[in-house]
């Protein structure tokens, strides 16, 4: 059986990387770090700053003294569409001809321009019906990814989406209850992604403008400071530890800013159940740097009433404490989701 994957998430601003063995008595972890990139190195998913994402995946690979070269990365953005859909029941040439014809009604871009793949979810419903998950990613942006992991040194050999990759770190985390609905929400730089799985199956995917900038931006305007003062503010106001040495008036534009993303992110769950026949939710798990902003997870909560919970999907990984700062990667844990899912795959394994 092939290796476990590096997993590496590049993201807008910082790069991810976990490596993952797996035991008898289960998975042991064997690298783990973060290395900051600068600002603008990717705008809505593209990568615009080539030479800071081989420098920094470098750096970080000689830091941790990493061992391996395989390694699973992810897209997402506006570069990634995902969509459930529903058809007649069918198989073979017919389904194959049936998904070209899908592809070009719910893509919106060229064939030629993008990577498609799809996934047969139910194959016959009471009514006759199927359900399938089609994804398509931009040819150019994976291709971006790829060239960035090649000329850091590495063999890039599974390219997954980052909502499912999130998804695998939360399944093999924590666990999902059969039947169970759960909502993921990935709170990143830029944007928050929101997946929901039902009984393992994701079945809604939506991507919101906003994430852990719109925090540092409203701080920056609001105390009139530059982005590196409003950043540090951003990280102290969600330190219980420094909640005294940060002033008061950031407190409340953390507050006013999280009701706004809970608001967003509450648009999309009552979509979802407004659309889903017996849609119920019975928990949501939180994932990126800005899940640790006290005030987001509360403001979800009030709001949903639905139990939120910060992922931690180390959570049952056996650690040796003598090689890695167990305190900082609890810390980093729902920063390092995405990634967590990544060192999941294997070359040539089902997504």
Partial sequence: MAKRCIGLDIGSSAVKLVQ??????????????IEPLPAQSIVDGSIMNHGAIVDAIRNLASRIHLRGKDVAVAVSGNSVIIKRITIPAMEGDALDEQMKWEVQQNIPFRRDDVNVDHTVLVEKT????????LVAAKKDVVEQYLHAVRDAGFVPVVVDTAAFAAQNAVEAGVGMAPGEVVAIINVGAR??????????????TRDIGTGGNTYTDAIQSRLAIDSDGAEA??????????ADMVPQEVHRVLA????????????????????????????????????????LPKAIQDRSRIPVHILDPFVQVEIDARRFDVEYLRANAPVAAVAFGLALRRQGDAA
Avoid: H, W
Wanted: glycine letters at 12%.
């Fill in 191 to 204: 944007l928050c992604t929101i997946s929901i799985v039902d009984n393992g199956m994701p079945v809604f």
């Fill in 20 to 33: 993952l063995k797996s035991q008898k008595r289960g998975l042991t972890l064997q690298n783990f770090g």
């Fill in 126 to 133: 009471p009514e006759g019906q199927m359900e399938v998950l």
């Fill in 233 to 242: 503010y951003k990280v102290g106001g969600a330190s219980p530890a420094s």
């Fill in 256 to 295: 006013q800013v999280s009701e706004q993303i809970a608001g967003e992110l509450q648009r999309s769950i009552d979509f979802f159940l407004t659309e889903t026949v017996d849609g119920n939710l019975a928990r949501i798990y939180l994932t990126g740097g800005s899940s640790l902003v006290p005030q």
